[in-house]
Structure formats: C-alpha cells, structure tokens
C-alpha cells in the first residue's frame, strides 16, 4: 500500500458525459500527478501539482482539467467523454519539491469506462 | 520530447533463473530513471531507481545499471520467485524549463515467472 488513495475505484459512464475522479496524496506529500493507462498509448504522464499549483503539463485533452485543493487532494475532471477516453487514471504524490528526480508513488486507479 | 523504449515486451524464465529487461532514452539531459513493477489490478509500485551520478545500484535480489554514454539502463532480477510475476516499466525523466517531475514510461515488460 503506497499510502496513495483514489476514488472511486470503478467508474461507467455514457458518451458525452463528465466525470470527476479524486485523489488523496500520501501524508506531507505536496506534489499531486495524474497519469493515464492504456492498452494502445501505455502510461502517459497528463499533469502534476505542486503544492495547488500547477507544475507540468503532458499530453492532456483540453476536455480534461485538474486542481489541487488547499488540502492537497486532487480532481481530474474529464468532460464530453468519448470512447476512447476508455483507460485506467493513476495519481501518484511526491514529497517535498515536486522537482525531477524525486521518487513518485502510484495510487491503485480508477478504472474509467465508457459506454 | 524523451522517448523510452522496453525490451523485451514477454519475458518467461524458469524459478530460479535471472531475468534482465533492457531500456533505451532518447534525451541526453534525462538523470533520474526508477522501475516499476504493476501486478494485476493495482497501481504501478516503486520498485527502484537511479540517478544519472551512479552507474548501477543494488537492492536484495533487485539490481539497476546505467549506462549514461549509450543511453540505456537495465533491470536485473536475481533468483526469480513466482511471486515476481508482472508487469514491469522502465521510466526517465529530466530537468525541464518548468522543473516539472513528469515521468515517461517504456511500453512494459510481461515476466513470467514458472515454477
């Protein structure tokens, strides 16, 4: 248990809809990450927060967005859902500066699936 | 931007037997790499990592080496054990403009452990 939670673990939903996944990073950790899994793209990194604000940016859709609360937890929001937007949603937190070289921890997913 | 590629994709040995799964990176400025190990239905776990400052580090039965000159680092699995049976990813990441901590996956490995 990486001490990493996220909810909820299962999701199904329709096309065109809009989903909200969350996030709970490991105690004192202030860097928050959403990567997204995949059968044809694998792991691909969407965004990270620092501390509420926003650090870096990946290969995320305009339909997706995320935020950090004052708390630490995190949102990722995924509107106008497609098909493809069919995958597994990890976060995963880091401890002090969010910086490169700091060890990542993964949550266990939220399974995201679109009908 | 980096590309990481993994090989091999399957990898079955005997119990007992090593195991070593090879990555390449793309981008020279790349300096941290960790390896993950995603048993079915859960999150990808840190299994270990290194920096770009050592050339190879040593856990138990798990070993790291990289290989700065020819971009590319190893995983070595010693006296494998059924319960080393997953996925396994290979990643790197690199300072960036934003200083940002994004990690870019190699596409897994599938380790098949047989006793």
Redesign the interface.
């Known amino acids: 248990d990486s001490g990493v939670t996220q909810t909820p673990k299962h999701l199904i939903t329709a096309t065109g809809q809009r989903v909200t996944l969350r996030c709970s990073p490991r105690s004192g950790d202030l860097s928050v990450y959403w990567y997204q899994q995949s059968l044809d793209q694998g792991l691909q990194f969407l965004i990270q927060y620092y501390n509420g604000e926003e650090r870096a940016k990946g290969n995320i859709l305009e339909r997706f967005s995320a935020q950090q609360f004052p708390d630490l937890h995190s949102e990722l929001n995924l509107s106008s859902l497609e098909l493809g937007d069919s995958a597994l949603y990890f976060c995963a937190s880091s401890a002090a500066s969010g910086r490169p070289g700091e060890a990542q921890y993964f949550g266990p997913g939220t399974r995201l699936t679109v009908l | 931007g980096e590309n990481v590629e993994q090989h091999p994709s399957t990898l079955s040995v005997q119990e007992g037997d090593s195991a070593v799964i090879k990555c390449t990176y793309s981008d020279s400025a790349s300096?941290?790499f960790?390896w993950?190990k995603q048993e079915l239905g859960?999150?990808?776990?840190?299994i270990i990592?290194i920096?770009s400052n050592v050339g190879e580090k040593k856990d138990q039965r798990i070993a790291v080496t990289l290989n700065k000159t020819a971009k590319h680092f190893s995983l070595h699995i010693t006296e494998t054990q059924p319960e080393d049976s997953a996925v396994y990813?290979c990643?790197a990441?690199?300072?960036?403009n934003?200083?940002?901590?994004?990690?870019?996956?190699?596409?897994?490995t599938r380790l098949m452990v047989k006793p």
């Open positions: 300096n941290y960790p993950y859960k999150g990808p776990q840190l990592d920096r990813f990643a990441s690199k300072k960036g934003n200083a940002g901590n994004m990690l870019t996956f190699g596409g897994g």
